[in-house]
């Protein structure tokens, strides 16, 4: 025959393992303060409303150097509809929230995915004037059907545009390449660029950057491979983690 043991001293027992233990699974943790002090600008890329606006989109707006670009574009979707414009809304607010949790300031581009722009030159001034510790504009490519995987587009060097951010930009553009990869898994692109990096000029995104500043291709909607991750929420959330945690590991590894 079992004994039962009194309640009280079952009581006086559960309370002594928990203190010993420390606290029960659901209370509340220290937030993670790793990247308090830092500003970050994440970009969506393009906008819902981009398409319906042909006229404000279509404008030729400055984008330095004496070149002149239009202000945006419509951006891609994959085979089955899913826009260019509202991955990368969910994408960047995902990552905000995991920036956020760990301290950072961030700022958004864009408000929402029903509105037009802002303009490239507009997006990179946003970064400019919150003198941010990163700036990163997300995208997905619309390649060929064959082609897959990722990439990275840094600026190339330009005298009196890019000189002052090119060294900081790739450096922060191999912090993306790593971490992207490892948190989704994604191969680098097969059919541009170079180990998962491109470098370019002519993106008024880049051109206009006074701080370090990156495009992130993060794959190929018209491939059927990278649409199927792309359509997932899951895989989105890994997207968003790889882009997050690149840019922590830059800004809080920068030289002075």
């Given at each position: 025959m079992t004994r039962r043991r009194p309640l009280t001293l079952l009581l006086m027992t559960t309370t002594a393992a928990v203190l010993a233990t420390g606290p029960v699974a659901g209370t509340a943790v220290a937030k993670d303060s790793s990247l308090a002090g830092k500003t970050v600008v994440l970009d969506p890329g393009h906008n819902g409303g981009n398409a319906s606006h042909p006229q404000q989109i279509n404008r030729q707006v400055d984008v330095g150097g004496g070149q002149r670009k239009a202000c945006n574009t419509t951006g891609t979707?994959?085979?089955?509809?899913?826009?260019?414009?509202?991955?990368?809304w969910d994408v960047a607010k995902r990552a905000r929230r995991v920036l956020r949790n760990r301290g950072a300031t961030v700022i958004l581009t864009r408000s929402s995915n029903t509105g037009v722009g802002p303009c490239v030159n507009e997006r990179a001034r946003i970064a400019n004037r919150a003198n941010a510790d990163a700036s990163v504009s997300i995208h997905a490519d619309g390649s060929g059907a064959g082609n897959r995987g990722f990439h990275v587009i840094e600026p190339a060097r330009i005298d009196g545009l890019t000189d002052d951010i090119f060294s900081a930009s790739h450096r922060l553009a191999v912090d993306l390449r790593g971490s992207f990869r490892f948190a989704t898994r994604q191969p680098y692109a097969n059919y541009i660029?170079?180990?998962g990096i491109d470098r370019r000029g002519d993106l008024g995104g880049l051109r206009v950057a006074d701080v370090p500043a990156v495009f992130i291709e993060t794959g190929n909607m018209?491939?059927?491979t990278d649409a199927r991750g792309m359509t997932s929420p899951d895989y989105r959330l890994k997207v968003a983690r790889g882009i997050a945690n690149g840019i922590a590991r830059f800004v809080t590894r920068r030289p002075a």
């Open positions: 979707a994959t085979n089955s509809g899913y826009s260019e414009a509202a991955y990368t660029g170079r180990n018209r491939n059927a």
